[in-house]
T-cell receptor, first 113, second 108 residues
Framework: SAVISQKPSRDICQRGTSLTIQCQVD?????MFWYRQQPGQSLTLIAT?????????ESGFVIDKFPISRPNLTFSTLTVSNMSPEDSSIYLC??????????FGSGTRLTVV | GQNIDQPTEMTATEGAIVQINCTYQ??????LFWYQQHAGEAPTFLSY????GLEEKGRFSSFLSRSKGYSYLLLKELQMKDSASYLC?????????FGAGTTVTVRA
């Protein structure tokens, strides 16, 4: 299965600033996703990162708040913009494969103060 | 919309068996996944069912009934390291929707 390197692993940020999270995959993958996991809760899909076109966002998530880049089939970034304490969460990237299940990066634990 | 239900918590004794149920009502269905997530870590893939029946993988088995919108994950010969959250996820087209997770505590 694919191996995903996600960074940073954690960060503490001031409200009003932005943080960019990176995910690097060791092989080319078609499907790449970004999730949020709020404290004590399950995973919520933010968007699907599409190579060569704009990301597809889920209900409740918008591009201005969570801009996503996908310049090639092995790399993607998620930016959390104009952060508030409500954005404190774990952010995970994921790649899809039917045979191996969907693999997750190690996550970025974000605290906004 | 997607509705995926699983119990919040379960407790079992080391060496015992635990069954975690998952019921779902989703707009589409292309398979059901089970993941294990230890505190502070990313989810790790356990099993995938797309057809009805039982899939066995060592100490873990997963069952699916599409007509009933029902799955279960069976953990046998429980070990302390199995204490974790177990997530049921339904694939609709290419996207996964997750249940809230079941926290399993294994006691000595």
């Amino acid at each position: 299965s694919a191996v995903i390197s996600q960074k940073p692993s954690r960060d503490i940020c001031q409200r009003g600033t932005s943080l960019t999270i990176q995910c690097q995959v060791d092989s080319q993958v078609t499907m790449m996703f970004w999730y949020r996991q709020q404290p004590g809760q399950s995973l919520t899909l933010i968007a699907t990162a599409n190579q060569g076109s704009e990301a597809t966002y889920e209900s409740g998530f918008v591009i201005d708040k969570f801009p996503i880049s996908r310049p090639n089939l092995t790399f993607s970034t998620l930016t959390v913009s104009n952060m508030s304490p409500e954005d404190s969460s774990i952010y995970l990237c994921s790649v899809g494969s039917e045979s191996d299940g969907y693999t997750f990066g190690s996550g970025t634990r974000l605290t906004v103060v | 919309g997607q509705n995926i239900d699983q119990p919040t918590e379960m407790t079992a004794t080391e060496g015992a068996i635990v069954q975690i149920n998952c019921t779902y009502q989703t707009s589409g269905f292309n398979g059901l996944f089970w993941y294990q997530q230890h505190a502070g870590e990313a989810p790790t893939f356990l099993s995938y069912n797309v057809l009805d029946g039982l899939e066995e993988k060592g100490r873990f088995s997963s069952f699916l009934s599409r007509s009933k919108g029902y799955s279960y994950l069976l953990l046998k010969e429980l070990q302390m390291k199995d204490s974790a959250s177990y997530l049921c996820a339904v694939r609709d087209d290419y996207k996964l929707s997750f249940g809230a997770g079941t926290t399993v505590t294994v006691r000595a």
